[in-house]
Nanobody, 116 residues
Framework: QVQLVESGGGLVQAGGSLRLSCAAS????????MGWYRQAPGKQRELVAK???????NYVDSVKGRFTISRDNAKNTMYLQMNSLKPEDTAVYYC??????????WGQGTQVTVSS
């Protein structure tokens, strides 16, 4: 069983930075991709950034140039470096892992609040 634990959320002023971490534990194999999703109050959960097993990345347009996703395979940890944060980035951020067979795991989420 895989467990994903996010950390690094918090309150920051607009223009500031945060780095989210997602530590994966358990039996981890055949990873297709890992990603960060977010859900703001009253809105649907959306994909923010994704990194595949071959380390290719993609981002939602609203964060391109500001956010960077990365992985440290030795530590089984994924990161999301968030710079130039805006109030509209405020949301609960979730870590996600998809296996090649399609099975999906989710973390419990970490709150990011950006004040104006």
């Amino acid at each position: 069983q895989v467990q994903l634990v996010e950390s690094g959320g918090g309150l920051v002023q607009a223009g500031g930075s945060l780095r989210l971490s997602c530590a994966a534990s358990g039996v981890i194999f055949n990873i297709a991709a890992m990603g960060w999703y977010r859900q703001a109050p009253g809105k649907q959960r959306e994909l923010v950034a994704k990194i595949t097993g071959s380390s290719s990345t993609n981002y939602v347009d609203s964060v391109k140039g500001r956010f960077t996703i990365s992985r440290d395979n030795a530590k089984n940890t994924m990161y999301l470096q968030m710079n130039s944060l805006k109030p509209e980035d405020t949301a609960v951020y979730y870590c996600n892992l998809i296996r090649l067979d399609g099975y999906t795991y989710w973390g419990q989420g970490t709150q990011v609040t950006v004040s104006s």
